[in-house]
């Protein structure tokens, strides 16, 4: 098995930070192959950030993500920057407080109330990152729950461990019930 | 221009974190084409973390890091794994509290006191990463300092800017000292 992951949002939301926790999470605690990258490139300055990660069972040997099979998208401008990354079959998880795209067979599209329920949760979207890795592992289980709940606490600033567990399990439950 | 860095070091020792600011700074306040990638293989679960950027002015064709310009070495155990892939010519930075290479005629060495400093300056290590991304500034140039502690001040948690800038510039002081 071989899957790539997208991750994508506005500078500063964290992308990069979801990544990283689950590439970790993949490789150290499930013993996965992982590639974790960021390029930038001139959309990186317009406002569009992604960050890829790599998750295989056999060693990677072409370490760039080209046909995505999950992508996370936190805004507008980086979903329909990265739509049409994703192949065919592909799942694409938006927050659908603020972002849309159109229905299509080629995708799964899960349109999930991320912001919504992160400010009502937590009255701040300081962890929005961390919903939405929540609700890419309830969507995809490609990493198990427990190995990434290992890592987003070991990623945790001192005295956020607690909350980024929360948001984590926010998101995973906001998939649960739009994914069925 | 195109050069490689390698920071390397144990889990939890921030190496990604300072890889990821490098590559922010480099990119989004220089100008820079970059690539930041952490892959994982059999060694991460041993012990030596590596986390890659590769900065150039043009597009960067292939994006994984196979001839080390600048190697980061916060542990003995990385810097054994990693030496090798030093290219003639290219210069190593090691934690010379704890970490001994062999001079050789094929790299430049610099032995830089990252944690004893960081210790008596903060009283603790959780900025070792940011020391040693200061250290490598000095050093190399690759960057400039000001986009760099613009990155830093961006990547920082809350309430902990002061500290991560301070680190930066403990880091260049110490290799100004060292490397003349």
Redesign the interface.
């Given at each position: 098995m071989k899957y790539e992951i997208r991750f994508s949002g506005s500078?500063?939301q964290g992308v990069?930070t979801a990544s990283?926790i689950l590439?970790?999470a993949a490789?150290?605690y499930d013993g996965k192959?992982?590639?974790?990258?960021?390029?930038?490139?001139p959309e990186?300055?317009g406002g569009a950030t992604k960050a890829d990660v790599i998750i295989a069972d056999e060693?990677?040997f072409y370490?760039?993500a080209r046909r995505i099979d999950y992508l996370v998208s936190l805004t507008q401008k980086a979903a329909d920057k990265f739509v049409n990354t994703v192949k065919e079959g592909g799942t694409i998880i938006i927050d659908g407080d603020f972002v849309d795209l159109p229905d299509s067979p080629n995708y799964r599209l899960l349109r999930l109330p991320l912001t919504s329920n992160t400010l009502a949760k937590f009255n701040r979207l300081t962890t929005l990152n961390i919903v939405s890795l929540g609700a890419f592992i309830e969507a995809s289980k490609l990493v198990s729950a427990e190995s990434v709940k290992r890592a987003v606490a070991?990623h945790s600033?001192a005295g956020?461990e607690e909350m980024n567990l929360a948001s984590f399990d926010l998101g995973r439950e906001l998939a649960r019930t739009v994914a069925g």
């Open positions: 500078g500063g990069i990283v590439g970790a490789a150290l192959k992982v590639i974790q990258s960021q390029s930038y490139g990186a300055r060693k990677i370490p760039k070991e600033p956020f």
